[in-house]
């Protein structure tokens, strides 16, 4: 890594676009993401001809909160994040060394997500911006994993993005920072939500993303043959509904639901095979998309990309096919402030601002 694009880190791993290379203003901006169950606050910091800084990355997760319901509970999240935001912003604020009056810029989440969770991150940095007389930006939640996997780039060039989450899974044409071009999205489950929900079926622990891909290792992926969705349709969206009703089908016919996931070499077998095609829909139909696109360059982000064969099957493919592969650093998967704090950088240094009575919006579009 060359000193364009060092930092210095006070709370978590992160390298930051180098700004002073584009010939723009730099000054320091408090971010908030509230968009679901976590409560995240970051502060970014870039001077001209210096390297920009993560000041503070804090994250407060409530998995521990939710998981005895099976799922997300929004009136929890909420309230949630009304006790956790302000000692958050405080942490990072003492991390960073500053005072609010220091801050020259507030960003928060507003869409997509739970309408009760956005509207506690937003009001409060517009409340910041509000009393420091500082400008506010509205962050589309999405924009931050799209722009996640360029932390470390000084520019974010022309690429093919796949998106997975457990709320999403969108594939984008991506000319530059703010130019994006919907070319395919799920018709009904995300990727993510459907591991959760398969995960539920089998008897794993909320949420089901991260265990399936636990046990996935013990089993044989080979074991049952899960339709893939839409792999080989000419268009570029995505449908895992039907290998969710498949499993549950499989998991109905091979016995009483509750003596089959006690049996751990079963739900080993069921959930690697479930994966495997999982990975294959997602990668077979990126591919594809890029090739007829004519797009080099793939960028993997959200939540479902830190899943460890997911990313190697996709290195492997990218080698095969000759495409280079950015995925977002492990931190910046799941949501976090730092990917909303850096999406607004990009547009705050490109003079934007939103305006005060700028509404959150649950289900925002990127594209």
Known sequence: MGRDSEIRVHSRPFVVLDFARLRLPVKTLLAIESSCDETAVSIVRGEDGAPTEILASEISSQIELHRVHGGVVPELASRNHSLRLRPLVEQALDHAKLKVADIDAFAATTGPGLASSLLIGSTAAKALACATGKPFLAINHLEGHLLSPFVAETR??????????????????VKGPGQYRKLGGTRDDAAGEAYDKVGKMLGLPYPGGPEIE?????????????????????????????????????????????????????????S?????????????????????????????????????????????????????????????CTDNAAMIAFAALLRHLGGESSPLDADIDPNLRLA
């Open 156 to 173: 974010v060039p022309p690429h093919l993005a796949l998106i997975v989450s457990g709320g999403h899974t969108l594939l984008l044409e």
């Open 214 to 270: 636990k046990i996935a290792h013990e089993g044989d992926p080979s074991t049952f043959d899960f339709p893939r969705s839409m792999l080989h349709d000419p268009h570029h969206d995505f449908s895992f509904s039907g290998l969710k009703t498949a499993v549950l089908y499989t998991l109905q016919g091979l016995g009483e639901p509750l003596e089959v996931i006690q049996d751990r070499r079963t739900v080993a077998n069921l």
């Open 272 to 332: 690697a095979s479930f994966q495997q095609a999982v990975i294959e829909i997602l990668v077979g139909k990126t591919i594809k998309a890029a090739r007829r696109h004519g797009l080099k360059l793939i960028a993997l982000s959200g939540g479902v990309s830190l899943n460890r064969t997911l990313r190697e099957a996709f290195e492997a493919a990218c080698r095969k096919h000759g495409f280079r592969l950015a995925v977002a650093p492990p931190a910046m």
